[in-house]
T-cell receptor, first 110, second 113 residues
Framework: GQSLEQPSEVTAVEGAIVQINCTYQ??????LSWYQQHDGGAPTFLSY????GLEETGRFSSFLSRSDSYGYLLLQELQMKDSASYFC???????????FGTGTKLQVIP | SQTIHQWPATLVQPVGSPLSLECTVE??????LYWYRQAAGRGLQLLFY??????ISSEVPQNLSASRPQDRQFILSSKKLLLSDSGFYLC????????????FGPGTRLTVT
């Protein structure tokens, strides 16, 4: 089966940089996605990595190492509105199946 | 543009009662469809996914079932709810053929009493 591990909570200061890690175990790995979810809302897509390396989208970047079964989401210039839960998700190749991690609750403080 | 609908938004049901949650997608054809459940303050648990009409893959058999009677309609059901079925139920869709982004509906908050 699949398993994904993330830290449960992270606290960071406004304007700082924070990294949220994700390690996974799955068969037929195809790609790693990141989603943001504010309290009471639905998850929204942030980024996707299928190949090793760093993908940058504005203040957010995501990294993947397939050999290490590891990825991270990097948030720069933190803003108060970034306070939310962040989930990594893996896609199994050929199955269209997407499994989410346990989520990391990020609190941005002044 | 594509939109995804879920209803109802909130639901309170007694233990042992049946359940039917509906999800529909507009503006796309042959999407992959997903049902997730999220307990309070927890992660998203994949319940079912479907790659086509009548094709359902179950991740959590328990007392829940899913059906896809039409291309863009996905239904989550239970004959007898348990207290542990309480949670936030999210439907999501994704394009077939390699697209990786999932689009989530607004969710249904179910409380079993």
């Amino acid at each position: 089966g699949q398993s994904l591990e993330q830290p449960s909570e992270v606290t960071a200061v406004e304007g700082a940089i924070v990294q949220i890690n994700c390690t996974y175990q799955t068969s037929g790995f195809y790609g790693l996605s990141w989603y943001q979810q504010h309290d009471g809302g639905a998850p929204t897509f942030l980024s996707y990595n299928a190949l090793d390396g760093l993908e940058e989208t504005g203040r957010f970047s995501s990294f993947l190492s397939r050999s290490d079964s590891y990825g991270y989401l990097l948030l720069q210039e933190l803003q108060m509105k970034d306070s939310a839960s962040y989930f990594c998700a893996v896609e199994e190749e050929g199955y269209q199946k997407v499994t989410f991690g346990t989520g990391t609750k990020l609190q941005v403080i002044p | 543009s594509q939109t995804i609908h879920q209803w109802p938004a909130t639901l309170v049901q007694p233990v042992g009662s049946p359940l039917s949650l509906e999800c529909t997608v507009e503006g796309t054809s042959n999407p992959n469809l997903y049902w997730y459940r999220q307990a309070a303050g927890r992660g998203l648990q994949l319940l079912f996914y479907s790659v086509g009409i009548g094709q359902i893959s179950s991740e959590v058999p328990q007392n829940l079932s899913a059906s896809r009677p039409q291309d863009r309609q996905f239904i989550l059901s239970s004959k007898k709810l348990l207290l542990s079925d309480s949670g936030f139920y999210l439907c999501a869709w994704r394009e077939t053929g390699g697209s990786y982004e999932q689009y989530f509906g607004p969710g249904t908050r179910l409380t079993v009493t």
